[in-house]
């Protein structure tokens, strides 16, 4: 059938079911599965600590932001080995750039975390 007689729900439903096969192939990465423990774990600590519906929206961005970053960074190292599968030095600094923009993300997320969810441990504690 040609895609443009295609009822826009179908096209819709078609996308929505590539996007969850992208997240499986995301999933299979080692570093995605370390980052989606890591925001379970960020969850019940928010949860245990009864964060407000304000931090709840800080922490949620912050997991997002990393989860994102590095679904697109892993969308770049796909495209780079399907481009130039022998070593090359822009090929390395596409991936390598990628990368950052991930460890970027996530120390900023390590931030937005010690922010929100340090001053309720302290008063835990103390």
Aim: hydrophobic content about 60%; proline content about 3%.
């Amino acid at each position: 059938m040609d895609k443009s007689a295609m009822p826009r729900s179908v096209s819709r439903m078609a996308s929505f079911g590539h996007a969850l096969r992208g997240l499986r192939v995301l999933w299979g990465q080692p570093n995605a599965r370390i980052h989606g423990v890591l925001a379970c774990a960020v969850t019940a600590m928010g949860w245990w600590l009864g964060i407000s519906a304000g931090e709840w929206a800080a922490l949620v961005l912050a997991m997002g932001l990393v989860l994102g970053a590095e679904a697109l960074n892993t969308a770049v190292e796909l495209a780079v080995d399907l481009a130039e599968p022998e070593w090359n030095a822009l090929a390395r600094d596409a991936k390598d750039v990628a990368a950052t923009g991930v460890l970027l993300c996530s120390v900023s997320a390590a931030l937005v975390g010690l922010l929100v969810l340090g001053p309720h441990l302290w008063a835990r504690w103390m």
